[in-house]
């Protein structure tokens, strides 16, 4: 069983912050998820990534397979980027099970 | 393109009435999840259908809950009967085959009373 670990929990932030939020996962995978929610809201795909970096306007994505872990990274942050960020992993080895194993998720706020 | 639809989109029974949950995944997506959300926790995989078979269903809670996409198209999620516990948001997700994004419905929130 993979095992899913964000950090911080929490994380309150002026506009314009730089923004890093970090992922590590137990068990090797064939993909990393990192998703958003916002309060009351559903979820929506940002990234699946295998291998190095993603980015996507102004939301980075990066992956090191060997160590096992992953980041986001928000540059030039806005209220708006305000929302929970999720981490998932695929539950089986790759073969078929994909179903999502989601870490607790970091509750991001940017302050104007 | 239209995204994954859910209904219904709020519920409220009793403790032991049952419930079915709707599903209709993207078109021409042919993996299938349905995902259970307790307020304060990230979401936990119930059951993965590839077309109409069942991929994964080891944590689905099978002496109440059942799940069937009999044509390979939409999908039901039964509970019977149903407990306080479940109270949760039920979330449908698809993706176009195995091992790709998924797309996430807007979900059903579901109260026992």
């Known amino acids: 069983k993979n095992e899913v670990e964000q950090s911080p929990q929490n994380l309150t932030a002026q506009e314009g912050e730089f923004i890093t939020i970090n992922c590590s996962y137990s068990?090797?995978?064939?993909?990393l998820h990192w998703l958003q929610q916002h309060p009351g809201g559903g979820i929506v795909s940002l990234f699946m990534l295998s291998s190095g970096k993603k980015k996507h306007g102004r939301l980075i994505a990066t992956i090191n397979i060997q160590e096992k872990h992953s980041s986001l990274h928000i540059t030039a942050s806005h209220p708006r980027d305000s929302a929970v960020y999720i981490c998932?992993?695929?539950?089986?080895?790759?073969?078929?099970?994909?179903?999502?194993?989601f870490g607790k998720g970091t509750h991001l706020i940017i302050q104007p | 393109e239209a995204g994954v639809a859910q209904s219904p989109r709020y519920k409220i029974i009793e403790k032991r009435q049952s419930v079915a949950f709707w599903c209709n995944p993207i078109?021409?997506?042919?993996?299938l999840y349905w995902y259970q959300q307790i307020l304060g926790q990230g979401p936990k995989l119930l059951i993965q259908f590839q077309n109409n078979g069942v991929v994964d269903d080891s944590q689905l809670p099978k002496d109440r809950f059942s799940a069937e996409r009999l044509k390979g198209v939409d999908s039901t999620l039964k509970i019977q009967p149903a407990k306080l516990e479940d109270s949760a948001v039920y979330l449908c997700a698809s993706s176009l085959t195995r091992a790709e994004t998924q797309y996430f419905g807007p979900g059903t929130r579901l109260l026992v009373l």
């Open positions: 068990v090797g995978i064939s993909a």
């Open positions: 078109s021409g997506h042919a993996t």
């Open positions: 998932a992993v695929p539950r089986g080895s790759g073969g078929g099970a994909d179903g999502l194993t």
